[in-house]
């Protein structure tokens, strides 16, 4: 009977343990962009074994790193519910809200504005929408924020635009590809977010024609399921997020560091310190929601009819 207790005893004790060090689990998303500073720096943090989020979150808590090219893919993964939160642009969110009703995306904070640009070949004079008639234009993914807003300025100027032609050909193109058709001459232009519109600037003379400076580019979401199973969890990153936000503006050159040390390990490429520290200079990092901002990127995918008809958004906004 003793004998009996002592192993209840024992047993009792090891799923204390067990539950007491049971590791919470968060998986992230993000791009190998510098406009998704907070993402990269993190990612190299816990690379590091000094993760910002995991020190602040708390004990017991592994961050999970997932890295896209795109916006629609990391839509896909939270749809998949592979991960439960991500770095994306605002043309990826919406389209991902308005596909699923407002059921499965929550925007719940900003992270970048500007970064992302129109650059041409630098011996062609291509300024106007109607200068592109019959062009190739390379973006980074269909449907992305940059792929949107190229689609939606070209339409407003007048072009017919389709996803397989129209009166302009926008090619869908991953980023690292762009540099080489763009010195092969290949594509007559790229809308493209940093650092690969440095990159075509200083590498290929490009042009830039068009900068969204005020533009968010870079937004972080929640999966509905996330905030609805670990809303103190989530709670608990979003402020994390502004705490790294603040970090990376007060510290700028620490985190280009970070960034330049984890896009060769993502990329397999080493970018130059001069190339980041250029790129950044377009860029504010800042965890204010951009409402504004989403609110205008909803009428673009409208207009490059991505979306028929505008949604009411007031449920994307999540305030945590």
């Given at each position: ?21 049971a590791?919470?689990k ?17 990612h ?12 602040r ?30 770095y ?12 699923s ?11 970048a ?33 940059q ?49 690969w ?40 990153f ?14 700028p ?68």
């Open positions: 009977m003793k004998i009996s207790k002592l192993v209840l005893s024992i047993s009792l004790w090891f799923a204390a343990a067990t539950f007491c060090f590791e919470t968060i998986r992230i998303g993000h791009f190998p962009n510098i406009t998704h500073a907070q993402g990269v720096v993190a190299a943090l816990s690379r590091q074994g000094k993760g910002w989020f995991e020190q979150i708390g004990s017991g808590t592994k961050i999970e790193w997932f890295v896209y090219n795109a916006g629609p893919s990391a839509m896909e993964a939270v749809f998949a519910n592979s991960i439960d939160l991500t994306v642009g605002p043309g990826p969110a919406l389209n991902a809200y308005t596909k009703n407002g059921e499965e995306i929550r925007l719940i904070a900003g992270a504005n500007g970064g992302a640009g129109f650059i041409v070949q630098p011996g062609e004079n291509l300024k106007a929408p109607a200068d592109f008639r019959g062009k190739k234009i390379a973006t980074p993914q269909l449907g992305n924020t792929d949107i807003s190229c689609r939606a300025w070209l339409t407003d100027g007048g072009l017919k635009i389709t996803q397989l032609g129209g009166d302009a050909q926008v090619i869908p193109t991953q980023n690292p590809d762009q540099l080489s058709l763009f010195k092969a001459k290949r594509i007559d232009a790229v809308w493209t977010v940093e650092p519109l440095t990159r075509l600037e200083q590498e290929a003379s490009g042009k830039v024609i068009v900068e969204e400076k005020e533009v968010a580019t870079t937004i972080l979401v929640s999966s509905v399921r996330f905030l609805k199973e670990q809303r103190d969890l989530a709670k608990k979003a402020q994390a997020h502004v705490e790294l936000t603040d970090w990376i503006t007060k510290n050159e620490e985190a280009q560091r970070l960034i330049k040390t984890e896009l060769l390990e993502e990329t397999k490429s080493d970018m130059n310190p001069q190339l980041i520290a250029a790129a950044w200079k377009r860029i504010v990092f800042t965890a204010e929601t951009p409402r504004a901002s989403v609110e205008k990127f909803m009428q673009n995918s409208v207009r490059a009819g991505f979306i028929k008809t505008a949604p009411d958004i007031s449920k994307l906004f999540e305030n945590l």
